[in-house]
């Protein structure tokens, strides 16, 4: 067997324990959505993930596995090739593929241990284990970070820019982080003066330009599908400013606009939290193999991959900080940098067992035994954290959602898993047609409304879209809210997932929510719920989780989330009636309402029962949930203002996100009080804002 042969081999081996442990069905947050647009094919959610679509669509012709595994192989397969990749674009800017100098025919088995072990080791860390047992875009985007250092270490001239070129116009398909990636890689080739004259570096240009239209003709498969009324269309991709907008996150970058770019040290440092706590061996050995390898005994070609490597991993971590710290929380950035580091301690490894092995004999047989051992120590850490298990448990949930449900129901979802899940039952495996199960979000968006009814043939949905479209303001946006729950309610077959059943009773405002949450009754014409009806609504919910015996005990799960409801309630009623919002608000942070909202709310209550102290304190205890929650920094700053605090006051405001109007507001309330310096500071925060907002 040759060394490339082995090579390929030792790939599939490092392969086969994430396909044979992958999620038998649909797997966490949006696996079952990805999964099933693959599947019918649909359209995802933004940003589209075209490549992901095309390469579904040819997994379904394996000759094995379920309909999910065979999706779930896409990510087994390119988070492992990723690995091998960078690894072996490493190796053959090295020297190649010798390795150590050891006898010919020992050379092809040398390969396919290191190249098998070094994959394993590089794919190991937990948050990669997850996305590589399911149905995620992530493995793709490894690759292609992969492939972009490939085109750095191994090609020069024309041909890098080309390749750069052809990368651009893929990440159109891929993700919005391999654009940046693939750019730099482009800028790098561009600059770097390997192009050659002038004429060669425009025709380079010219190539590269033709190579990114190429590329990006990829996403020409979501209006596509589109065309067909798949019954997962989001978003609506059928004009070129609506694809565009898709492709582009439009819809994410203006829903989290104030935590784009807004504390970046926070953000930085919940991500070195969770990177040191679930992959710390992966980013110590790394570290070391990158201090010896930057040694100057080392050689060139060793700096030029640890450098390149390393680059790659500081643009993710600044994508994952100033671009996308939404993500943090989820585990869904920074892991091109748990690769880089993956794959410098795998290096690292077999840099070793080299080393051990160049003695012959013995230390040929220690260095092989070493990596196998170091190995399969690194797979099993992953595998252990997230047990086959707990994948399988995600796939009985998703499995068992729909049973309860009456025929004609329609089930309205809203977290990430249960949405995925039923997407996945009803698209890609075709169960219980008579549900209509709709995202929450479909519902507030009027053209994914109404596709999605027109795909249904569902009148009320269609009623609802028309109205939607139409709505001017809040009382129009209720209207089309009631057209599409009153006919389900009234026939007793419509489900709400907690969470969203207060929150769009609220905004029909003809709604009263009962318990359990099958038990919604529907008044017969909107009307404005006064502290009365908060009050009773409270009540009720309280006799009947008593009638629940023990499961509604203090502390247990029923509780907290009765709590919550309190909360929620308190929340409406915050603005109209400060003082029973609190008291209730107070009564659901003792029974142990959950999250950062809760305590930030009390604490806009006890603000405007003028107790700062009171406040600063509850603010500061929901930050700790959550670093990230602005309107808490927002309320810990006013807090601390009111106590003459200036610096924390000072501090809390500069996390407070990129409102510059907010900040004014603030200087002048410091200033009425007398606080002139810290006044003045804020004024000259508020201008930074004002330097950074985009222009029109």
Same mark, same amino acid.
């Given at each position: 067997?040759?060394?490339?042969?082995?090579?390929?081999?030792?790939?599939?081996?490092?392969?086969?324990?994430?396909?044979?442990?992958?999620?038998?069905?649909?797997?966490?947050?949006?696996?079952?959505?990805?999964?099933?647009?693959?599947?019918?094919?649909?359209?995802?959610?933004?940003?589209?993930?075209?490549?992901?679509?095309?390469?579904?669509?040819?997994?379904?012709?394996?000759?094995?596995?379920?309909?999910?595994?065979?999706?779930?192989?896409?990510?087994?397969?390119?988070?492992?090739?990723?690995?091998?990749?960078?690894?072996?674009?490493?190796?053959?800017?090295?020297?190649?593929?010798?390795?150590?100098?050891?006898?010919?025919?020992?050379?092809?088995?040398?390969?396919?241990?290191?190249?098998?072990?070094?994959?394993?080791?590089?794919?190991?860390?937990?948050?990669?284990?997850?996305?590589?047992?399911?149905?995620?875009?992530?493995?793709?985007?490894?690759?292609?970070?992969?492939?972009?250092?490939?085109?750095?270490?191994?090609?020069?001239?024309?041909?890098?820019?080309?390749?750069?070129?052809?990368?651009?116009?893929?990440?159109?398909?891929?993700?919005?982080?391999?654009?940046?990636?693939?750019?730099?890689?482009?800028?790098?080739?561009?600059?770097?003066?390997?192009?050659?004259?002038?004429?060669?570096?425009?025709?380079?240009?010219?190539?590269?330009?033709?190579?990114?239209?190429?590329?990006?003709?990829?996403?020409?498969?979501?209006?596509?599908?589109?065309?067909?009324?798949?019954?997962?269309?989001?978003?609506?991709?059928?004009?070129?400013?609506?694809?565009?907008?898709?492709?582009?996150?439009?819809?994410?970058?203006?829903?989290?606009?104030?935590?784009?770019?807004?504390?970046?040290?926070?953000?930085?440092?919940?991500?070195?939290?969770?990177?040191?706590?679930?992959?710390?061996?992966?980013? &110590? +050995?790394?570290?070391? =193999? *990158?201090? @010896?390898? /930057?040694?100057?005994? $080392?050689?060139?070609?060793? %700096?030029?991959? !640890?450098?390149?490597?390393?680059?790659?991993?500081?643009?993710?971590?600044?994508?994952?900080?100033?671009?996308?710290?939404?993500?943090?929380?989820?585990?869904?950035?920074?892991?091109?940098?748990?690769?880089?580091?993956?794959?410098?301690?795998?290096?690292?490894?077999?840099?070793?067992?080299?080393?051990?092995?160049?003695?012959?004999?013995?230390?040929?047989?220690?260095?092989?035994?070493?990596?196998?051992?170091?190995?399969?120590?690194?797979?099993?850490?992953?595998?252990?954290?997230?047990?086959?298990?707990?994948?399988?448990?995600?796939?009985?949930?998703?499995?068992?959602?729909?049973?309860?449900?009456?025929?004609?129901?329609?089930?309205? &979802? +809203?977290?990430?898993? =249960? *949405?995925? @899940?039923? /997407?996945?039952?009803? $698209?890609?495996?075709?169960? %219980?047609?008579? !549900?209509?199960?709709?995202?929450?979000?479909?519902?507030?968006?009027?053209?994914?409304?109404?596709?999605?009814?027109?795909?249904?043939?569902?009148?009320?949905?269609?009623?609802?879209?028309?109205?939607?479209?139409?709505?001017?303001?809040?009382?129009?946006?209720?209207?089309?809210?009631?057209?599409?729950?009153?006919?389900?309610?009234?026939?007793?077959?419509?489900?709400?997932?907690?969470?969203?059943?207060?929150?769009?009773?609220?905004?029909?405002?003809?709604?009263?929510?009962?318990?359990?949450?099958?038990?919604?009754?529907?008044?017969?014409?909107?009307?404005?719920?006064?502290?009365?009806?908060?009050?009773?609504?409270?009540?009720?919910?309280?006799?009947?989780?008593?009638?629940?015996?023990?499961?509604?005990?203090?502390?247990?799960?029923?509780?907290?989330?009765?709590?919550?409801?309190?909360?929620?309630?308190?929340?409406?009623?915050?603005?109209?009636?400060?003082?029973?919002?609190?008291?209730?608000?107070?009564?659901?942070?003792?029974?142990?309402?959950?999250?950062?909202?809760?305590?930030?709310?009390?604490?806009?209550?006890?603000?405007?029962?003028?107790?700062?102290?009171?406040?600063?304190?509850?603010?500061?205890?929901?930050?700790?949930?959550?670093?990230?929650?602005?309107?808490?920094?927002?309320?810990?700053?006013?807090?601390?203002?009111?106590?003459?605090?200036?610096?924390?006051?000072?501090?809390?405001?500069?996390?407070?996100?990129?409102?510059?109007?907010?900040?004014?507001?603030?200087?002048?309330?410091?200033?009425?009080?007398?606080?002139?310096?810290?006044?003045?500071?804020?004024?000259?925060?508020?201008?930074?804002?004002?330097?950074?907002?985009?222009?029109?």
């Amino acid at each position: 067997m040759s060394a490339r042969g082995a090579a390929w081999l030792g790939g599939a081996l490092a392969t086969l324990p994430w396909l044979l442990t992958s999620a038998p069905g649909a797997g966490f947050y949006d696996a079952g959505e990805l999964a099933a647009a693959a599947t019918e094919p649909g359209v995802p959610h933004p940003t589209g993930f075209a490549l992901l679509l095309l390469l579904g669509q040819l997994a379904q012709a394996l000759p094995f596995g379920t309909l999910a595994g065979k999706i779930h192989a896409i990510g087994a397969a390119a988070g492992v090739a990723a690995a091998a990749l960078w690894w072996w674009a490493g190796q053959r800017d090295s020297g190649g593929a010798a390795g150590p100098p050891m006898e010919t025919e020992h050379r092809p088995a040398w390969t396919l241990m290191t190249t098998a072990a070094a994959a394993l080791i590089a794919v190991s860390p937990p948050p990669l284990a997850l996305h590589l047992r399911q149905a995620e875009v992530y493995p793709l985007l490894l690759l292609h970070a992969a492939a972009g250092l490939w085109l750095l270490l191994g090609r020069r001239g024309p041909v890098r820019l080309i390749g750069a070129g052809l990368l651009l116009g893929l990440a159109c398909g891929v993700h919005a982080e391999a654009i940046v990636l693939a750019a730099a890689i482009g800028t790098y080739g561009l600059l770097s003066g390997d192009a050659g004259g002038r004429g060669q570096r425009l025709r380079a240009c010219l190539g590269a330009a033709a190579a990114v239209v190429a590329g990006a003709l990829c996403v020409v498969a979501l209006p596509l599908v589109a065309s067909r009324r798949p019954l997962l269309d989001w978003g609506g991709v059928d004009s070129a400013t609506a694809l565009f907008n898709h492709v582009s996150a439009a819809s994410i970058r203006a829903a989290f606009a104030d935590q784009i770019g807004a504390a970046p040290l926070t953000a930085a440092r919940q991500l070195t939290l969770m990177m040191a706590a679930e992959a710390w061996p992966w980013l &110590v +050995a790394g570290a070391l =193999t *990158a201090v @010896a390898a /930057l040694h100057a005994s $080392a050689g060139q070609a060793r %700096r030029r991959l !640890v450098a390149a490597t390393l680059a790659l991993a500081l643009i993710d971590i600044g994508w994952a900080v100033f671009i996308n710290p939404m993500g943090v929380r989820d585990g869904q950035v920074g892991l091109i940098a748990l690769l880089a580091f993956g794959v410098l301690a795998g290096d690292g490894v077999v840099q070793v067992a080299r080393a051990a092995a160049r003695r012959g004999g013995m230390g040929r047989a220690l260095a092989v035994a070493g990596l196998g051992a170091v190995a399969a120590a690194a797979l099993y850490g992953s595998l252990a954290v997230l047990p086959t298990a707990a994948l399988e448990g995600a796939a009985r949930h998703a499995d068992a959602m729909l049973d309860p449900l009456p025929p004609a129901a329609l089930a309205i &979802v +809203a977290h990430d898993h =249960t *949405a995925s @899940a039923c /997407l996945w039952l009803q $698209a890609a495996e075709g169960a %219980r047609p008579d !549900v209509r199960c709709l995202p929450g979000v479909f519902a507030r968006d009027a053209r994914m409304l109404r596709r999605m009814g027109l795909r249904l043939q569902d009148a009320p949905m269609l009623a609802s879209a028309t109205l939607l479209a139409a709505a001017k303001d809040s009382r129009g946006r209720a209207a089309a809210l009631g057209a599409l729950l009153r006919p389900a309610a009234a026939a007793g077959v419509l489900r709400w997932e907690p969470g969203l059943v207060f929150e769009d009773a609220q905004v029909a405002g003809a709604l009263r929510p009962g318990w359990p949450f099958g038990a919604v009754a529907l008044l017969p014409q909107p009307l404005t719920a006064t502290v009365a009806d908060a009050e009773a609504a409270v009540e009720a919910m309280t006799r009947a989780c008593r009638g629940w015996g023990e499961r509604c005990a203090e502390g247990s799960p029923l509780q907290r989330h009765l709590a919550s409801l309190q909360a929620l309630w308190a929340t409406w009623l915050l603005p109209r009636a400060p003082a029973p919002a609190a008291a209730l608000l107070e009564r659901a942070v003792m029974a142990g309402a959950g999250g950062a909202q809760p305590l930030h709310n009390l604490a806009l209550a006890r603000l405007g029962q003028g107790r700062a102290a009171e406040a600063l304190g509850l603010a500061e205890r929901a930050l700790a949930l959550e670093p990230g929650y602005l309107p808490a920094h927002r309320s810990a700053s006013r807090a601390a203002l009111q106590l003459g605090q200036a610096d924390l006051a000072l501090q809390h405001a500069s996390a407070s996100g990129t409102d510059a109007n907010w900040l004014r507001g603030l200087s002048d309330a410091a200033r009425s009080g007398g606080q002139m310096a810290l006044a003045a500071e804020l004024e000259a925060l508020a201008g930074e804002r004002d330097a950074r907002r985009p222009g029109p």
